[in-house]
Nanobody, 128 residues
Framework: QVQLVESGGGSVRAGGSLRLSCVAPKYAYPSLCMAWFRQAPGEPREGVATIYIDDGSTDFADSVKGRFSISQDNGKNTIYLQMNSLEPEDAAVYYC?????????????????????WGQGTQVTVSA
């Protein structure tokens, strides 16, 4: 079973930055949607950012627009979530996720319910 490998979580003060990394399944390139989700204690998992590997199109949840960015390094088949101006409300376990299919497009990546391959999660803690 494919599982994504994440890294980069940690603890920061409010206003700080962290970068998360996730190794993507190279055999799924380029028709591949990658995303970051997060889940805080007692809360449902929510989608944070997506990227369509084929053309680099991205999308973000309103709560992180302007503060988070998502990017890819195809040479390393890795995606990144750069998180700036972190707030205590951003504290959560962050999960990398993916799905792929020959027929998908950039718009497909915005379907949060389509993601079916997950990483183990990495903790992000933000102190006030």
């Amino acid at each position: 079973q494919v599982q994504l490998v994440e890294s980069g979580g940690g603890s920061v003060r409010a206003g700080g930055s962290l970068r998360l990394s996730c190794v993507a399944p190279k055999y799924a390139y380029p028709s591949l949607c990658m995303a970051w989700f997060r889940q805080a204690p007692g809360e449902p998992r929510e989608g944070v950012a997506t990227i369509y590997i084929d053309d680099g199109s991205t999308d973000f949840a309103d709560s992180v627009k302007g503060r988070f960015s998502i990017s890819q390094d195809n040479g390393k088949n890795t995606i990144y979530l750069q998180m700036n101006s972190l707030e205590p409300e951003d504290a959560a376990v962050y999960y990398c996720a993916a799905f792929w299919n020959r027929g998908i497009s950039a718009r497909s990546c915005k379907n949060w319910g389509a993601y079916n391959t997950w990483g183990q999660g990495t903790q992000v803690t933000v102190s006030a």
